[in-house]
């Protein structure tokens, strides 16, 4: 089959550029200064854009013909890829190939438009590709063209390390009702830490395994404790990791050292964040941003609940422009005096069967703060942090019940129980 005109004349245009940049290493003395080298830089970048695209588009049309697989070497799409290509035995064929396969997808046709117009190579492409894949089951009706824009911007951008980043904005804001909750809560059952690895160096290693916000958590409390300590004007030699792992340890060591006290301060500060609109209108969103308008972490509303039982909350308003508008004063829900008369009262994790001691406990808002539950004794429990998190995933109630023998608490073990006492409340409440 012979070659139209118009191929054979752009098959001589790219040899014509491959051959203008063999050698150009000898002939970059020659480019003025001042930005010189940067412009040309920026346009062989573009050109290697325009090369992923064309690769493939002719890997898709491979694909469609059947060229790419059986006849008599028999080989994968990828092989003859990588047959073709010498410069994908490095490593990419198969990304490539991906990449092509989904572009035959009508759903993919965005994606597919920002890699022909330069915008996203082909790794980008591929995490793009993943992620859309992964979402498209969690989005709400007419979602999903939103979220894609929101994916290649990211990857655009960023990288495919800004694509993976944006996923749980993305589900706050178009997943279904209660699906950022939903991950979350999957990804709270994979915390883990390993028994030491010793090697006979006399160190061990150990891997942790954190979700969103145990990872919040940790990264506040190691902060101020990693950050570089100069000595007598010298600076600090400590590497980050160095300096990390000492913090972890000061942090081990100043709880072992508190002992079965109360602390004075509180366990978790959140800085919770929310637009002027928003908050005009009374709307809760899917997810909130808490540590700050630049590095906040997207929470769902039940690990924020769960946080806030024995947190400090600081509400920061924002303006349209993302300028702080309004900086509340940080509100304590529950003092170590309280929290010291809950420990005589609970005596522990009051969830049935729990014998988790009360100095591992945190205080529980039987009507959550959110619903403008009270700070005081009657509206609190004891939970350690597993049942604690059960209770609030499974949306369970409880009570403080008072008799001749004293007080203590009862659940109500039935899945969304707490959701039925706020239906009993709201009927009951005036008109």
Not at 25 to 51: H, M, Y
Not at 204 to 224: H, I
Not at 309 to 336: I, K, M
Request: net charge negative; hydrophobic share 40%.
């Amino acid at each position: 089959m012979e070659a139209s005109p118009g191929l054979e004349q752009r098959r001589e245009h790219i040899a014509a550029a491959r051959e203008l940049l063999t050698g150009i290493a000898d002939s970059l003395w020659q480019v003025p200064g001042s930005g010189g080298l940067g412009e040309l830089l920026g346009e062989v970048d573009a050109l290697s854009a325009s090369c992923d695209a064309a690769r493939v588009a002719i890997v898709s049309e491979a694909i469609e013909r059947g060229d790419a697989s059986g006849g008599a070497a028999a080989m994968t799409v990828t092989q003859w890829v990588r047959h073709h290509a010498p410069s994908t035995r490095a490593g990419g064929a198969g990304q490539l190939v991906a990449v092509a396969v989904a572009f035959a997808k009508p759903c993919n046709q965005p994606i597919k438009e920002a890699v022909d117009a330069g915008r996203l190579p082909v790794r980008s492409a591929a995490v793009v590709v993943a992620e859309a894949d992964r979402l498209r089951p969690a989005l709400a009706d007419g979602a999903e063209p939103h979220v894609l824009e929101g994916l290649i911007d990211m990857a655009a951008e960023h990288g495919p390390r800004g694509c993976r980043l944006v996923r749980p904005a993305l589900l706050a804001r178009y997943g279904q009702d209660g699906e950022l909750q939903l991950q979350q809560d999957v990804a709270r059952r994979f915390v883990a830490l390993s028994q030491p690895v010793e090697d006979g160096t006399g160190t061990a290693e150990y891997r942790l395994v954190l979700d969103v916000a145990g990872k919040a958590v940790l990264e506040a409390a190691l902060g101020p404790l990693s950050s570089p300590r100069p000595v007598d004007g010298e600076r600090d030699l400590r590497g980050s990791d160095q300096r990390r792992g000492e913090a972890l340890l000061a942090l081990v060591g100043r709880a072992v050292a508190a002992g079965e006290g109360v602390g004075p301060h509180t366990k978790t500060q959140l800085i919770v964040t929310m637009d002027w609109d928003a908050l005009a209108s009374g709307v809760r969103g899917a997810g909130v941003v808490i540590g700050g308008p630049e590095s906040g972490t997207m929470l769902a509303p039940g690990t924020v609940r769960r946080l806030a039982c024995n947190a400090s909350v600081v509400p920061l308003v924002l303006g349209s422009a993302g300028e702080v508008l309004d900086q509340g004063r940080a509100v304590r829900f529950f003092t170590p005096a309280q929290t010291r008369r809950l420990w005589l009262r609970d005596g522990g994790c009051t969830y049935p069967g729990c014998s988790m001691p009360p100095h591992w406990t945190d205080a529980h808002h039987l009507l959550h703060w959110a619903d403008f539950g009270s700070s005081d004794l009657g509206n609190a429990a004891l939970l350690c942090e597993r049942h604690h998190t059960t209770v609030h995933s499974r949306r369970l109630a409880g009570r403080v019940v008072r008799d001749d023998a004293g007080e203590w608490v009862e659940w109500d073990l039935v899945l969304g129980s707490y959701d039925q006492l706020l239906a009993q409340r709201a009927a009951q409440e005036p008109a």
